[in-house]
């Protein structure tokens, strides 16, 4: 499992955001989302970029048009839109204690980037888990974009693991 830098500042931040960010940055998205396998997996489809490209589902980007590069201790996501539009997401996470991911997550837009950061907290043992996501300091204008994409992403992540494409860890001796 590959971890990626996180500015340290960003766990204060997100428990502190709305006394950080400016007024257009202080809305959120809160979703969450029961999903049958265990954290240790969880976290491998949530950290490894040909993961990533399978579950990650932003609206209106085109099937088999998502691409997750590693780049400069980062990873940027890509997309091409039906209408011919593409986007680019940097983020940078970091694992905390198996059960928590911190993102800084950065839209690119033109020369412009729009910083966010999203918390993720995996609950539950065994097969199944609870994944509750945070986002942090979006603009009014993005939230239905936001909850749409989490939404759909966490139901990818749970169908991913119903095909069971992502091999466990553990070992199953025959009776």
Same mark, same amino acid.
């Given at each position: 499992?590959?971890?990626?830098?996180?500015?340290?500042?960003?766990?204060?931040?997100?428990?502190?955001?709305?006394?950080?960010?400016?007024?257009?940055?202080?809305?959120?998205?809160?979703?969450?989302?029961?999903?049958?396998?265990?954290?240790?997996?969880?976290? *491998?489809? =949530?950290?490894?970029? !040909?993961?990533?490209?399978?579950?990650?589902?932003?609206? $209106?980007? +085109?099937?088999?048009?998502?691409?997750?590069?590693?780049?400069?201790?980062?990873?940027?996501?890509?997309?091409?839109?039906?209408?011919?539009?593409?986007?680019?997401?940097?983020?940078?996470?970091?694992?905390?204690?198996?059960?928590?991911?911190?993102?800084?997550?950065?839209?690119?837009?033109?020369?412009?980037?729009?910083?966010?950061?999203?918390?993720? *907290?995996? =609950?539950?043992?065994? !097969?199944?888990?609870?994944?509750?996501?945070?986002?942090? $300091?979006? +603009?009014?204008?993005?939230?239905?974009?936001?909850?749409?994409?989490?939404?759909?992403?966490?139901?990818?992540?749970?169908?991913?693991?119903?095909?069971?494409?992502?091999?466990?860890?553990?070992?199953?001796?025959?009776?």
């Amino acid at each position: 499992m590959r971890t990626y830098t996180l500015d340290p500042r960003s766990a204060h931040f997100i428990r502190d955001w709305p006394d950080w960010l400016p007024q257009e940055h202080c809305f959120s998205v809160s979703v969450f989302k029961h999903i049958n396998a265990d954290r240790v997996r969880i976290i *491998q489809a =949530l950290t490894e970029p !040909e993961y990533i490209e399978t579950w990650f589902s932003p609206p $209106g980007a +085109l099937t088999g048009r998502t691409f997750v590069l590693p780049w400069q201790g980062s990873l940027l996501i890509c997309w091409s839109c039906a209408d011919g539009a593409s986007a680019r997401i940097l983020c940078s996470y970091r694992v905390h204690r198996r059960s928590k991911l911190l993102i800084t997550w950065s839209r690119i837009s033109g020369l412009e980037t729009i910083p966010s950061f999203v918390k993720m *907290q995996l =609950l539950g043992d065994f !097969e199944r888990t609870i994944v509750q996501l945070t986002h942090v $300091g979006l +603009l009014r204008s993005d939230l239905s974009f936001y909850e749409d994409l989490w939404n759909a992403s966490l139901e990818k992540l749970n169908n991913l693991f119903s095909a069971s494409s992502i091999p466990s860890n553990r070992k199953t001796h025959a009776p």
